[in-house]
């Protein structure tokens, strides 16, 4: 019992190191590597499903009449474009390698809001609706955003606006548009089934832990693969860090002038690493990714964090 009170209380920490294991496990052990080549793949493909049904069951928990708009959707988005734009003109100032860790700490800001970032919210005791109006705004204006910017940061990147427009939007309507939608509908013409859905309570969190587990097997095998220096190695993964904290905290601070402090917070900081991986990989320099992929660990030992502040405190600390 100690044990499973432990994997509850840590949760997002244990689906990490599970990952993390895993991951480990069929890629280092000779006669176990084939089967994890294999199988591999599957989870990877299976993850925008798994999203679609954490939000789906997420989503169950909202009334329309709860989607208001707010100004601080509006602020966060103008913190973010302005760091944005402070560190593309700090690359213009440094040679390769500082300007390697620069254009991670970039892709971290530009990354979306995760759409899971409700489950999460929802769990800390923030507005579930408020963070998806928000995270349908961040995610639209990114779509806008990253074929614009990305060609200052990569004077080559090879991209265009209707191209890049066109896959995020495929990603944002897919695993957050549709699931919205069908929560919808269900709560409109299946009462039941959406009634049994929010008693199910913590469902959708530890669906996310196991898509987070899959998450870490990927962000470890980049950084294993990686061929950079050490010291390149250690800023790309301690920036991150600093970014998180950054986010977060400026997050938390603007959301608590209109009391959504937990929203705030959660919008800024917590971020779908997964296109910024597959963006960086596909568009900037990809060394660049380890700065992601290593975002992927911070801002979840934050939320692990808060989340256990909560538990044990009734109330965050920060």
């Not at 929802?122 to 990305?150: C, E, H, Q, R, W």
């Amino acid at each position: 019992m100690k044990v499973i009170d432990f994997i509850k209380e840590w949760t997002l920490p244990c689906a990490m190191a599970f990952g993390s294991c895993v991951y480990l496990l069929f890629s280092e052990v000779p006669f176990l590597e084939p089967f994890g080549n294999a199988v591999g793949p599957f989870f990877i493909e299976i993850m925008p499903v798994l999203v679609f049904a954490i939000l789906y069951v997420t989503f169950c928990k909202i009334r329309l009449h709860d989607l208001r708009f707010s100004p601080w959707h509006i602020w966060l988005q103008v913190i973010r474009l302005a760091l944005a734009g402070l560190l593309i003109v700090l690359m213009t100032w440094y040679g390769h390698e500082a300007k390697l860790v620069l254009e991670g700490m970039f892709i971290c800001v530009m990354c979306p809001t995760a759409a899971a970032a409700a489950v999460i919210t929802g769990k800390l005791g923030g507005s579930i609706a408020s963070m998806t109006v928000y995270t349908l705004i961040d995610n639209g204006l990114t779509a806008i955003l990253i074929p614009l910017l990305f060609p200052l940061v990569e004077q080559e990147a090879d991209m265009t606006f209707a191209m890049s427009f066109i896959m995020i939007l495929e990603k944002v309507v897919l695993v957050l548009i549709f699931p919205f939608v069908c929560a919808m509908a269900t709560r409109r013409w299946f009462p039941k089934i959406a009634g049994k859905i929010q008693s199910a309570g913590n469902l959708g969190f530890y669906m996310w832990a196991f898509n987070l587990s899959i998450v870490m097997g990927i962000t470890l095998h980049y950084i294993l693969t990686a061929r950079i220096s050490r010291i390149t190695m250690s800023l790309l993964l301690i920036a991150p860090l600093i970014v998180a904290f950054v986010l977060f905290g400026i997050g938390k601070s603007v959301g608590r002038h209109y009391d959504e402090s937990i929203c705030g917070g959660q919008a800024l900081g917590q971020k779908n690493t997964i296109v910024g991986i597959w963006l960086t990989v596909t568009y900037l320099n990809p060394t660049a990714v380890i700065a992601p992929c290593a975002y992927v660990v911070w801002q979840n030992l934050v939320n692990a964090w808060q989340l256990w502040c909560k538990e044990k405190y009734g109330y965050l600390k920060w």
